[in-house]
């Protein structure tokens, strides 16, 4: 056996080892073809975009992890696009990719061909976003509903009282609703008990800000004084944190994001922005890779719970996130080398 395969199974041993100890003892089994012995798996990427700066990190972290395991990894970008991305994956089953790993643009538009590529005998993995109606053969994320949760938590622990504004995710995007039921668990006790006020609730249509600012713009106008804001990602945050600006309230609002993008600690740091959320990516992006592998080889993966896609049950794997405010800066991100301490206090007076 060469020095290649070795590695491989060492990793599958001990990443069965260690999902093990986390699962509640179910097991999934990729019907995939099965992969020649003398052959590196070839993993097909399928990205929406790199607009957001984590998916930047996603791809390096995966594709270093999957290499180190003697895999060939193919990447695809869709740049916001879904017909994009439903004709990439297409190339990349075309290709004779063993796994297909999917970040999708649109969780009901790219279900048809996810599906077409398991009718293929190729092995799917949806990664931190779910494909719907697909039945993929794994979904590895983070625990979106906890994400919104922390965020929601955090806030409401420094404004238990006053006017809030929820600015989700898109719309296509089925972590956007997790994230929200997140929110929604700790804020509708306390709109119940009429501590909380939710001015309003925007649902954009994609990951881009034009329609977040121009949403916001106009109900920062209509002269509503406005205690919180929890936004879908950072990108939305530094959106909003712009329009307050503009018209002098930064500092008034608490805005919360996810990501832990650079920028988003800086304005931690800098006493613009309250929080965010920190997702250890290096991590999801080695059991990713790990997996994938697995999938090729036809091993079975042992997983910790099931999520239903809106018509099958499927193997989900979930990590914890972890909120980062001005007093954790130091413990969560820079301890981690996510960020270095002299990025995240560049604009800091010390």
């Known amino acids: 056996m060469s020095e290649m395969r070795l590695s491989v199974r060492r990793f599958v041993l001990v990443g069965v080892s260690i999902v093990c100890a986390l699962s509640l003892g179910l097991s999934a089994c990729s019907k995939s073809k099965r992969l020649a012995a003398d052959r590196s798996p070839m993993i097909g990427l399928a990205l929406d975009s790199l607009v957001v700066e984590r998916w930047r990190r996603d791809v390096d972290s995966f594709t270093k992890a999957a290499h180190d395991l003697g895999a060939e990894v193919v990447l695809r970008v869709a740049n916001q696009d879904a017909n994009t991305q439903i004709a990439q994956v297409r190339e990349l089953l075309n290709q004779g990719i063993d796994v297909l790993v999917i970040i999708p643009n649109d969780a009901e538009k790219l279900s048809d061909v996810c599906r077409e590529a398991k009718r293929k005998g190729v092995a799917v993995m949806s990664y931190d976003r779910l494909v719907h109606n697909a039945n993929v053969d794994l979904y590895i994320s983070f625990d979106n509903e906890k994400v919104g949760s922390l965020q929601a938590q955090a806030v409401t622990e420094a404004v238990p009282q006053g006017n809030y504004v929820v600015i989700n995710g898109a719309i296509t995007d089925n972590n956007a609703y997790m994230i929200n039921k997140g929110f929604h668990a700790v804020l509708d006790p306390l709109i119940a008990e009429g501590k909380v006020h939710l001015l309003e609730e925007i649902w954009p249509s994609d990951w881009m800000s034009e329609e977040v600012r121009t949403r916001f713009e106009a109900l920062v106008k209509s002269g509503q004084k406005i205690d919180a804001v929890l936004c879908g990602n950072d990108m939305f945050a530094e959106t909003v944190i712009s329009v307050l600006s503009e018209n002098r309230m930064v500092g008034k609002t608490k805005v919360t994001g996810q990501d832990a993008e650079l920028a988003a600690c800086q304005r931690i740091a800098e006493g613009s922005q309250f929080a965010t959320i920190y997702k250890?990516?290096?991590?999801?992006?080695?059991?990713?890779?790990?997996?994938?592998?697995?999938?090729?080889?036809?091993?079975?993966?042992?997983?910790?719970?099931?999520?239903?896609?809106?018509?099958?049950?499927?193997?989900?794997?979930?990590?914890?996130?972890?909120?980062?405010?001005?007093?954790?800066?130091?413990?969560?991100?820079?301890?981690?080398?996510?960020?270095?301490?002299?990025?995240?206090?560049?604009?800091?007076?010390?």
């Open 280 to 350: 250890p990516i290096d991590a999801l992006a080695l059991k990713a890779a790990g997996f994938a592998v697995m999938m090729a080889h036809g091993e079975k993966i042992r997983y910790d719970n099931k999520i239903d896609d809106g018509r099958y049950k499927v193997p989900y794997m979930a990590l914890d996130p972890i909120l980062v405010t001005a007093s954790t800066l130091d413990s969560t991100v820079i301890k981690d080398g996510f960020h270095t301490r002299e990025d995240v206090y560049r604009n800091v007076k010390r």
